[in-house]
Nanobody, 124 residues
Framework: QVQLVESGGGEVQPGGSLRLSCAAS????????IGWFRQAPGKEREGVSC????????YYADSVKGRFTISRDRAKTTVYLQMNSLNHEETAVYYC?????????????????WGQGTQVTVAT
């Protein structure tokens, strides 16, 4: 069972940047994807971005296109989410999650393994 651990959250000013990390407890070579999701108080969990383990294909929610970048290290042990031009609506707990295979989408139910989350707060 691969464990996922998020880090890199914190507080930033509006327009600022953060880079989140999702570290896996074990190295894997299977076909999967890692996604980033976020959930703010009183809101449903929403998909942010995902990346494929096989060819590095990426997918972004419309709300973050052009501002966020998802990437992975060469060993495929860590996935990053670079977040730029943050606004107050993006204050949330950010989770990384794993799904088998790949789809050009961010369907929450497809992701079966989840980390504990890291808090991102965009100051007023």
């Amino acid at each position: 069972q691969v464990q996922l651990v998020e880090s890199g959250g914190g507080e930033v000013q509006p327009g600022g940047s953060l880079r989140l990390s999702c570290a896996a407890s074990a190295f894997t070579l299977d076909f999967y994807a890692i996604g980033w999701f976020r959930q703010a108080p009183g809101k449903e969990r929403e998909g942010v971005s995902c990346i494929s383990s096989s060819d590095g294909s990426t997918y972004y929610a419309d709300s973050v296109k052009g501002r966020f970048t998802i990437s992975r290290d060469r060993a495929k042990t860590t996935v990053y989410l670079q977040m730029n031009s943050l606004n107050h609506e993006e204050t949330a707990v950010y989770y990384c999650a794993k799904r088998r295979g790949w789809d050009d989408s961010l369907v929450t139910a497809d992701f079966r393994s989840w980390g504990q989350g890291t808090q991102v707060t965009v100051a007023t």
